[in-house]
């Protein structure tokens, strides 16, 4: 028989106990958001939860993080830097929307002699008319309460941020060989 393996009675495995966190003025968890968390807070947000859900779902999936002074002074710092930039681009996008304003689109479509159209023009047609003016614009940018179908002027609103909306002229005219019939 050999002989049976004995630990030694000096060294005792000791299970690692989660850290403890921070706890908040209401007695939570307070954590920094890293990312946007829906229901809860955007990115540098100081948040407090309950401790099962910092330790089951917000830590492990890199979401947040503990709430140091230190790396709120980091988000402070990250967030002037980001307001900076934003200053940037609504201030070049202010620029372009009033650039955009000035034009106007025409665009040719079949309609019969009242003035309706066979088929409909939204907001892909009105971008792709833009387009052949150098004027780069998504459809979901341009408002329209729906599609247009009759002949005539209107004025479309553009969308270029929450901030930023401007107005350009659509003229919907009808086609050459349309002109031509009637």
Known sequence: ??????????????????????????????????????????????VEVKSGFAHNYLLPQGLATIATDHHKRMVEKHREKIEAMQKTALKDLRVYAKKIGEHSVTIEANANDEGHLYGSVGAVEICAALKQQEVELEANQIGLQGPLKELGLYTVKVKLHADVETEIKVWLVPTVEGAKDG
Request: hydrophobic share 30%; glycine share 14%; charged share 35%.
């Open 1 to 46: 028989m050999s002989p049976a393996k004995t630990k030694s009675p000096g060294k005792r495995r000791v299970l690692s106990r989660p850290k403890r966190l921070p706890k908040g003025p209401n007695g939570g968890i307070e954590l920094l958001l890293i990312q946007p968390v829906e229901d809860l807070g955007r990115e540098g947000d100081v």
